[in-house]
T-cell receptor
Framework: EPEVTQTPSHQVTQMGQEVILRCVPI?????FYWYRQILGQKVEFLVS????????KSEIFDDQFSVERPDGSNFTLKIRSTKLEDSAMYFC????????????FGPGTRLTVT | KQEVTQIPAALSVPEGENLVLNCSFT??????LQWFRQDPGKGLTSLLL?????REQTSGRLNASLDKSSGRSTLYIAASQPGDSATYLC???????????FGKGTKLTVNP
C-alpha cells in the first residue's frame, strides 16, 4: 500500500541554522500539507500546496518558512534561522483530490533545535 | 475559530470491552471529520473519514458517528484488544479550507 515517506526521521540543529525537511507524497496525490506537533500539544496545520503554489497557510507559517516541490516526487519544508520553539514533530500529508478528501500522513520528522 | 475537544483525555479498559471515544467541535459548518490513530513517537494513521452528509462510517471493529448539528462525533471500538492501545485523534475540515483542525486526542490503554 502506498505511503507518505519523510526524511530524516530525526534532525538536530543549532539555533539560527536552516533546515530542510523532505517528504515524498503518495504518487497520484495532488494536494500536499505540512503540520507540526509540539510535544504534548495538538497537531497544528502549517500550509497546504496545490498546483505548484500555496493554497492556504496558517499564522504560524511566516517568512521563516517556505515550501517547494522541486520535482515530480518530493515536497520540502524549509525553515530558516531556526528557533528553540521550532522544536516539534513535523508531519507531511497528502490527499488524492478529485472528490477524495482523506489526508494520509507520513511518519514525521522530529526536529530538535538546540 | 474552530475548536475541537476530545473527552476523556485518557481511558484504560480491560481487553474485550466495547468503548466510545468522544469528539466535539464548536463550528458545525464542517465539510468532513477524520479519525486518526497515533502510536507513541509515530505518525498518524487514518482510520475513518465521515463526510458532513453522512451519519456514520464503519471499518472492521470501528464505527464512527457524526451529529453535525450538535457538533459531536463518536468513535466506537468493539471488542477492544491490547493492540488498540494508542492515542486517537479527531480532526475536522471546514468548507472552503484545506486545513484539518485537530483535537488533543484520547490516550487509550487496553489491558490484557
Amino acid at each position: 500500500e502506498p505511503e507518505v515517506t519523510q526524511t530524516p526521521s530525526h534532525q538536530v540543529t543549532q539555533m539560527g541554522q536552516e533546515v530542510i525537511l523532505r517528504c515524498v507524497p503518495i504518487s497520484n496525490h495532488l494536494y500536499f500539507y505540512w503540520y507540526r506537533q509540539i510535544l504534548g500539544q495538538k497537531v497544528e496545520f502549517l500550509v497546504s500546496f496545490y498546483n505548484n503554489e500555496i493554497s492556504e497557510k496558517s499564522e504560524i507559517f511566516d517568512d521563516q518558512f517556505s515550501v517547494e516541490r522541486p520535482d515530480g516526487s518530493n515536497f520540502t519544508l524549509k525553515i530558516r534561522s531556526t528557533k528553540l520553539e521550532d522544536s516539534a514533530m513535523y508531519f507531511c500529508a497528502s490527499r488524492r483530490g478529485g472528490g477524495s478528501y482523506e489526508q494520509y500522513f507520513g511518519p514525521g520528522t522530529r526536529l530538535t533545535v538546540t | 475559530k474552530q475548536e475541537v475537544t476530545q473527552i476523556p483525555a485518557a481511558l484504560s479498559v480491560p481487553e474485550g470491552e466495547n468503548l466510545v471515544l468522544n469528539c466535539s467541535f464548536t463550528d458545525s459548518a464542517i465539510y468532513n471529520l477524520q479519525w486518526f490513530r497515533q502510536d507513541p513517537g509515530k505518525g498518524l494513521t487514518s482510520l475513518l473519514l465521515i463526510q458532513s452528509s453522512q451519519r456514520e462510517q464503519t471499518s472492521g471493529r470501528l464505527n464512527a458517528s457524526l451529529d453535525k448539528s450538535s457538533g459531536r462525533s463518536t468513535l466506537y471500538i468493539a471488542a477492544s484488544q491490547p493492540g488498540d492501545s494508542a492515542t486517537y485523534l479527531c480532526a475536522v475540515k471546514g468548507g472552503g479550507s484545506e486545513k484539518l483542525v485537530f483535537g488533543k486526542g484520547t490516550k487509550l490503554t487496553v489491558n490484557p
